[in-house]
């Protein structure tokens, strides 16, 4: 971080402290917390920055809002990262999103145009999902008690006390049963997290379904099918080998509607929504392999690689939209902002903004004029706060104005 923005991330904390900051400069210091709150570890080495005279009082702000959190069983598990990186998160919220110190100096400020009360509100989304098995039934995964979920075909289905769903096939399982699927599905203003029966650890998205079998033991390969978002952190198993073949990994494979992704043991992050229009695939660590099983309709994808297949390398993202494909080099953090509990945006687009709003908060989204789509915002807040707050910060760089009306947002021009 430069020495101007850092004296100046001081005079605004201070003021801050102070009670003597503005309601905008107020609102910039609670995203910086609002960021914090979801990462802990670093208040460890907060001294470093020289912020000794303001870490009791950050760090008793800060423990409040984890507190909060935890009382919902909602705190996600933190990413550790160096220091500087959440300080250069800091500074684009600051400098970046236009609501840096610098619009304060040229500017008047000026109060929020949203209208909210207690009553109009909207409480953020939670762990809630819909676990089908392979008979039909139907499980909601909102208030089930921890312990065993299901036993089916000797697959024994818990849940633990974070939450997290588990396979685990019992001794008494067949090598020879049947293949059975069952599907995880997440409604609009809800997540879960699942772990497959070969240990691989599944984040799912709001408004996302993931179809799975119940059991990889005997398969060629691991195949999964996903509708929506979901963050994988793939398990590597190894098989034998028939004959005189060595011993080799079993590949995992993610179906959605447009694409195929081969993977060998990897981190990466599937964004496939049906009503998106776009497919991205974020690659954190390892490899993976994307297969474009139809390129015939799409001469620009065909000109670009006409095997249909891509390999991506940590910390790129393929793009696949009806118009062509293309590889970003990309913050792949940033990606999988949403698993840890943030909303993430930078230079996006309202349109593609207000879409992740509606499906976490469970809203409609209605814009005054197709132009407001196409502007542009940066920012950073948590997941875990009133969709006021959020909408409440977009505002402040006169990026739009927002009203709430029941569970429907409009977008206005500011």
């Known amino acids: 971080m430069a020495n101007s923005t850092k004296k100046e991330f001081l005079e605004l904390t201070n003021k801050y402290l102070d009670n003597t900051a503005s309601k905008e400069e107020i609102e910039v210091v609670e995203a910086y ?34 507190k909060e959190l935890e009382e919902r069983k909602e705190l996600p598990k933190p990413v550790i990262h160096s220091l500087w990186y959440y300080i250069a998160r800091v500074a684009v919220i600051l400098v970046f999103s236009s609501v840096g110190l610098y ?11 949203m209208h909210i009360t207690a009553e109009n509100d909207i409480a953020p989304g ?9 008979n039909g039934q139907k499980i909601a995964l909102v208030d089930t008690i921890d312990g065993q979920v299901a036993n089916e075909q000797g697959v024994v289905i818990t849940r633990k006390e974070s939450g997290q769903l588990i396979y685990k096939a019992s001794t008494s399982q067949k090598t020879n049963s049947k293949l059975s699927f069952n599907t995880l599905s997440t409604p609009r203003g809800g997540q879960f997290q699942i772990q497959l029966p070969d240990g691989t650890k599944v984040w799912l998205n709001a408004a996302s379904v993931i179809k799975f079998p119940t059991s990889f033991s005997g398969l060629a390969e691991r195949r999964v099918e ?33 694409q195929l992704v081969e993977v060998l043991g990897t981190h990466f992050n599937v964004n496939a929504y049906s009503d998106g229009k776009s497919v991205k695939t974020t690659l954190l660590e390892g490899a993976v392999r994307i297969i474009i099983p139809d390129l015939t309709h799409n001469s620009t994808v065909a000109v670009v690689a006409k095997s249909g297949q891509f390999i991506l390398k940590p910390n790129e993202q393929f793009v696949l939209t009806d118009k062509g494909i293309h590889i970003d080099r990309v913050d792949a ?23 992740k709003i509606a499906k976490w908060y469970d809203v409609d989204i209605h814009f005054e004029n197709e132009e407001l789509k196409q502007k542009i915002f940066s920012g950073s807040f948590s997941r875990f706060t009133n969709v006021s707050k959020v909408l409440q910060k977009i505002e402040l760089t006169h990026c739009a104005r927002f009203t709430i009306e029941g569970r429907k947002i409009t977008v206005y021009k500011y």
């Open 33 to 66: 917390y609002d960021l914090f709150s979801v990462e802990p570890a670093v208040l460890e080495r907060i001294a470093e920055l020289g912020l000794d005279p303001l870490e009791k009082r950050l760090k008793d702000r800060i423990n409040i809002k984890i």
């Open 103 to 113: 619009f304060y100096s040229n500017r008047t400020p000026q109060p929020s145009a």
């Open 126 to 134: 939670k762990d809630k999902a819909i676990l089908t098995l392979a």
């Open 226 to 258: 996903l509708n929506g978002e979901a963050y994988f952190e793939v398990a590597k198993v190894n098989v034998k080998g028939q004959g005189d073949k060595a011993e080799h990994r079993l590949p995992f494979i993610v179906n959605t509607e447009r």
């Open 333 to 355: 953090e940033q990606a999988i902002a949403w698993k840890d509990g943030l909303f993430t945006f930078e230079a996006e687009n309202l349109e593609s903004i207000m879409q």
